[in-house]
């Protein structure tokens, strides 16, 4: 059965410094990758997915992740944050023959300080 | 031009009463779902409409009834309420059930049982 681990349940890091959220999965099949944020008080938007090709996959908004199948994990990275990108990051999977449903980690909050 | 929106955004109530949760979607997507975020933060599944037709129904008590009138709206009746049940509820919608769509959450829904 397929599961998400989000070890780090709060970051803290200072405006300007890189970071990264670490996402790890369980799964015996083939897998899509998300990783979505929740401000506060709002919904859940998707920030990027890995879905086939290249396993360095790219947002908007200056993160990235990076799919490694051999360690599963799907690791959040931004060279430099900023005070807006605090919010809560969920990592979600779902494995490419399941009853289409999304698997979510526990979250991740980052937490930016000037 | 919400995408998605939920009524009420807060719910309190007393234990064994019985309430409902509204969604709708303006999307013109075919899919929506129901999901329950605990205290701690965690994300889970409950339900999953395509076209107006279940697809996933998670273990979740029959005290829950969701219902889709048509295909922009799922709304979740819940009866006799218990503590357990507060918690944060998300609906959200995609194209299509299919693994590598993107999921579009509404505000979520606050629901607290006295």
């Known amino acids: 059965a397929q599961s998400v681990t989000q070890l780090d349940s709060q970051v803290p890091v200072f405006e300007e410094a890189p970071v990264e959220l670490r996402c790890n999965y369980s799964?015996?099949?083939?897998?899509?990758l998300f990783w979505y944020v929740q401000y506060p008080n709002q919904g859940l938007q998707l920030l990027l997915k890995?879905?086939?090709?290249?396993?360095l996959v790219e947002s908007i908004n200056g993160f990235e992740a990076e799919f490694n199948k051999s360690q599963t994990s799907f690791h959040l990275r931004k060279p430099s944050v900023h005070i807006s990108d605090t919010a809560e990051y969920f990592c979600?999977?779902?494995?490419?023959?399941?009853?289409?449903?999304?698997?979510f980690g526990s979250g991740t909050r980052l937490l930016v300080r000037p | 031009d919400t995408a998605v929106s939920q009524t009420p955004k807060y719910l309190v109530t007393q234990m064994g009463n019985d309430k409902s949760i509204k969604c709708e979607q303006n999307l013109g997507h075919d899919t929506m779902y129901w999901y329950k975020q605990d205290s701690k933060k965690f994300l889970k599944i409950m339900f999953s409409y395509n076209n107006k037709e279940l697809i996933i129904n998670e273990t979740v008590p029959n005290r829950f009834s969701p219902k889709s009138p048509d295909k922009a709206h799922l709304n979740l009746h819940i009866n006799s309420l218990e503590l357990g049940d507060s918690a944060v509820y998300f609906c959200a919608s995609s194209p299509g059930p299919q693994l590598n769509n993107e999921q579009f959450f509404g505000p979520g829904t606050r629901l607290t049982v006295l």
């Open positions: 799964s015996s099949v083939s897998v899509y």
């Open positions: 979600a999977v779902t494995e490419m023959d399941s009853s289409y449903k999304l698997i």
């Open positions: 890995y879905l086939s090709g290249s396993t």
